[in-house]
């Protein structure tokens, strides 16, 4: 048994939105009582000897909003109980994870921010063809076929700008859909994040680049402030801050490329990375380690295994680069600024095209691991 997640995107109707809005709300507000009431706790065991404190928890908390909601805040019920009763929980975790130092403080959520979501358990969930269907909501269109099947552990519903989205947890023994194209090779750059032998490229996406210039700024400034200094402490949590964004949205973009590639593709060849000898030229190896190329090929390797397609990963020295993907001749030497590969067979093409054919064709020959 393993739990997968699938991401969806709804076309709801204008009833529906109202709902998703709504939902959203209550669950902002129990996160923001929660979380007042949290630090209230706090504060006030603060003051207190250690053994007249009380413990202060998400499902403590939780159970003094449910003494009270029925009386101030009765609006929470009009819609599914989860949206107040779900973020104590998530809030339980944030602190735990904010304790370990694992992530920051637990903030207030605002309004009207670009993203919302809310949490429904799966015993509210059923998924009818291409619908989900929730009790006081109804049935709400889906954009794509869910590609697992199983038992719904949990639905998380949300918005990004003016779309809305469904999360699918599932409980399932892995029957994989059958991907519908034979095989790609996959080029990993450094301009563009990745490029297939089929032509298509990812880019890096683009608040990335804003929030490097940002961590850029940050560490520069951390790096001028007086050692100890409490300026310094704060300067400090800025750049890591900078840092976990950076980290989540790179871990994102990677996500979505790997889940196309595995979902697309039976065979996908990548190239193998020299380590060692990437290491040593500091320019390209920041780059390189920027866009997360172990975890890019981390990625591949458990989805690939979970969903049984074949991974080939080149032999370091493979030349897919150097190589002309027509004539299978090889160039002596490839300048990086070289964009265009010509060959002396005729062919011209883009460069990372044909690294990523010569990496498609190293499947035909036959999956030689490295
Ligand atoms: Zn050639």
């Not at 697992?148 to 779309?163: N, V």
């Not at 859909?177 to 990993?188: N, Q, R």
């Not at 979970?306 to 080149?314: C, D, K, Q, R, S």
Request: with cysteine.
């Amino acid at each position: 048994m393993i739990s997968l997640a699938h991401k969806i995107e709804l076309k709801p109707n204008n009833k529906q939105k109202t709902y998703f809005k709504k939902a959203c709300g209550v669950s902002r507000f129990a996160w923001n009582w929660a979380l007042a009431s949290w630090e209230k706790s706090y504060q006030e065991n603060k003051n207190l000897p250690k053994e007249e404190r009380s413990p202060i928890n998400g499902m403590s908390l939780k159970k003094e909003f449910n003494k009270i909601k029925k009386e101030q805040f009765p609006w929470t019920f009009e819609v599914t109980k989860y949206a107040s009763q779900q973020p104590f929980i998530h809030l339980n975790t944030a602190y735990g994870r904010f304790f370990k130092g694992i992530s920051g403080k637990p903030k207030f959520k605002k309004r009207n921010k670009s993203v919302d979501s809310f949490y429904v358990g799966g015993d509210q969930v059923k998924i009818q063809n291409k619908k989900i269907w929730v009790p006081n909501l109804g049935s709400v269109r889906l954009k794509e076929f869910p590609r697992f099947e199983g038992k719904i552990r949990s639905a998380t519903f949300s918005r990004k700008a003016d779309r809305w989205f469904v999360s699918l947890q599932f409980d399932t023994t892995i029957s994989p859909k059958s991907p519908p194209k034979e095989a790609v090779g996959v080029d990993l750059g450094i301009n563009t994040l990745a490029h297939t032998s089929d032509g298509v490229s990812f880019l890096s996406p683009k608040p990335l680049t804003k929030h490097l210039r940002a961590l850029k700024r940050a560490s520069r400034k951390l790096s001028k402030k007086e050692k100890g200094s409490k300026a310094r402490g704060k300067q400090k949590l800025k750049v890591q801050k900078i840092h976990l964004k950076i980290a989540n949205i790179r871990k994102d973009t990677l996500h979505k490329i790997s889940t196309y590639l595995t979902s697309q593709y039976k065979r996908i060849a990548i190239e193998g990375l020299n380590v060692s000898g990437m290491l040593k030229n500091h320019k390209i190896s920041r780059a390189l380690s920027d866009l997360g190329f172990f975890e890019f090929r981390r990625q591949l390797g458990y989805k690939s295994e979970m969903y049984g397609n074949i991974l080939v990963v080149a032999n370091m020295f493979f030349p897919s680069s150097k190589m002309c993907s027509s004539c299978g001749s090889i160039k002596k030497a490839l300048s990086l600024n070289e964009r265009v590969y010509t060959c002396d067979c005729g062919i011209s093409l883009d460069r990372d095209l044909n690294a990523a054919l010569n990496l498609r064709n190293l499947i035909e020959i036959g999956p030689a691991r490295s």
